[in-house]
């Protein structure tokens, strides 16, 4: 299939390019199939697939991996099932070097889509189809994205404040830290990063920027190491974590492009079709699950004495709340410690 050039509204709610990738259009990620396979080990691959495989199995199936990283998911998907196709959304041009490396085997049985998983309509358009049998969403900050150091997304390493995921977006989080104001600041670390020290955390950093700039990550994180209270710090992990979650999310609008993927996702598929996803904090969660939960509830008022057509719920709930992963899949893979998955079957098209 040949790239196809479009606008559409993406993830900041403002008009932006979207379109299939060739690998000359992204920068060389100095990666080899290889070295990506064993970079990457996707969370809780056999149940997504399992859930996953009475859609996909079916003739002439295609699913969309609305967040294709390296393209693990992806990769597994179609070694699975010989006949199907997968759509790869990402917004990442160094994820679509990466992947599209990785996936070249396949041929035209994957399709890169430079978009946000919120733009599922017009991957499908560039796909040539209306309904696909199967949505796959793996949540959060990829793992490339957090060991490739200059990217700034790691509190770990010192590195340009950035968290961009898609390099061509404006907003970095150098702008937020450096130049939102004091209350916003304070609201979007209490917020996106379900902080509690979040009012001390962003006095500090606005104590500090008024002396100096913030240019790099470890900067920022000696603030906030001074902001969190030392009892606070020898428990729940690291101090700098929640406040580095607010600060992508913020850059990355990824919780509103959430909102407004989970009902195209259910949107998108056809009868018996499945939906699966995967998140990694409680907001992510809370808006996957409120999601499937509005599609499998009845929409016929209260008291209303027949259910029409219309008010039947489109989706069937097919795991027991939010799965969390095993005990051995954590030792394999200690990011996958904080995974919860919920899926979903379509049994009603409207």
Same mark, same amino acid.
């Given at each position: 299939?040949?790239?196809?050039?479009s606008?559409?509204?993406?993830a900041?709610?403002?008009?932006?390019?979207?379109h299939?990738?060739?690998?000359?259009e992204?920068p060389?990620?100095?990666?080899?199939?290889?070295?990506?396979?064993?970079?990457?080990?996707?969370?809780?691959?056999?149940?997504?697939?399992?859930?996953?495989?009475?859609?996909?199995?079916?003739?002439?199936?295609?699913?969309?991996?609305?967040?294709?990283?390296?393209?693990?998911?992806?990769?597994?998907?179609?070694?699975r099932?010989?006949?199907?196709?997968?759509?790869?959304?990402?917004?990442?041009p160094? /994820?679509?070097? +990466?992947?599209? *490396? =990785?996936?070249?085997?396949?041929? !035209?049985?994957?399709?890169?889509?430079? %978009? #946000?998983?919120?733009?599922?309509?017009?991957?499908?358009?560039?796909?040539?189809?209306?309904?696909?049998?199967?949505?796959?969403?793996?949540?959060?900050?990829?793992?490339?994205?957090?060991?490739?150091?200059?990217?700034?997304?790691?509190?770990?390493?010192?590195?340009?404040?950035?968290?961009?995921?898609?390099s061509?977006?404006?907003?970095?989080a150098?702008?937020?830290?450096n130049?939102?104001?004091?209350?916003?600041l304070r609201?979007?670390?209490?917020?996106?990063?379900?902080?509690?020290f979040?009012?001390?955390? /962003?006095?500090? +950093?606005?104590? *500090? =920027?008024?002396?100096?700039?913030? !240019?790099?990550?470890?900067?920022?994180? %000696? #603030?906030?190491?001074?902001?969190?209270?030392?009892?606070?710090?020898?428990?729940?992990?690291?101090?700098?974590?929640?406040?580095?979650?607010?600060?992508?999310?913020?850059?990355n609008?990824?919780?509103?492009a959430?909102?407004?993927?989970?009902?195209v996702?259910?949107?998108?598929l056809?009868?018996?079709?499945?939906?699966?996803?995967?998140?990694?904090?409680?907001?992510?969660?809370?808006?996957?699950?409120?999601?499937?939960?509005?599609?499998?509830?009845?929409?016929?008022?209260?008291?209303?004495?027949?259910?029409?057509?219309?008010?039947?719920?489109?989706m069937?709930?097919?795991?027991?709340?939010?799965?969390?992963?095993?005990?051995?899949?954590?030792?394999?893979?200690?990011?996958?410690?904080?995974?919860?998955?919920?899926?979903g079957?379509?049994?009603?098209?409207?």
């Amino acid at each position: 299939m040949s790239a196809k050039e479009s606008t559409h509204a993406g993830a900041q709610g403002a008009v932006a390019p979207a379109h299939t990738l060739t690998l000359t259009e992204t920068p060389d990620a100095g990666l080899s199939k290889k070295e990506a396979k064993e970079r990457h080990v996707p969370v809780m691959l056999t149940r997504c697939l399992d859930l996953l495989a009475p859609a996909l199995e079916r003739e002439g199936a295609v699913v969309i991996d609305g967040t294709l990283g390296m393209g693990g998911h992806t990769e597994a998907m179609l070694e699975r099932f010989p006949e199907l196709r997968v759509i790869g959304i990402d917004r990442d041009p160094q /994820a679509h070097t +990466i992947a599209g *490396q =990785r996936l070249e085997r396949f041929g !035209e049985r994957f399709i890169p889509v430079h %978009a #946000v998983y919120d733009q599922i309509e017009y991957a499908m358009d560039v796909a040539g189809v209306n309904a696909v049998d199967g949505v796959l969403f793996d949540l959060g900050v990829s793992s490339m994205q957090l060991d490739e150091r200059s990217r700034g997304f790691a509190y770990s390493y010192d590195a340009p404040l950035d968290m961009r995921m898609n390099s061509e977006d404006e907003l970095t989080a150098r702008t937020v830290v450096n130049e939102y104001p004091l209350e916003r600041l304070r609201r979007i670390i209490r917020t996106w990063g379900e902080e509690k020290f979040a009012a001390r955390i /962003a006095e500090q +950093i606005v104590a *500090q =920027r008024a002396v100096q700039p913030f !240019e790099t990550t470890g900067e920022l994180v %000696a #603030v906030i190491q001074k902001a969190v209270p030392a009892a606070a710090q020898r428990k729940g992990g690291h101090p700098a974590k929640r406040t580095f979650q607010a600060l992508r999310i913020e850059v990355n609008h990824e919780l509103e492009a959430l909102e407004r993927a989970v009902p195209v996702a259910i949107d998108s598929l056809s009868l018996g079709g499945r939906f699966v996803a995967m998140s990694y904090h409680s907001l992510e969660d809370k808006i996957v699950k409120r999601g499937l939960s509005a599609a499998a509830t009845s929409k016929a008022p209260k008291g209303f004495p027949v259910e029409l057509d219309e008010h039947k719920p489109t989706m069937k709930v097919i795991t027991r709340g939010a799965e969390p992963p095993t005990e051995a899949e954590i030792a394999e893979n200690s990011r996958a410690a904080s995974a919860k998955l919920r899926a979903g079957e379509k049994i009603r098209v409207t």
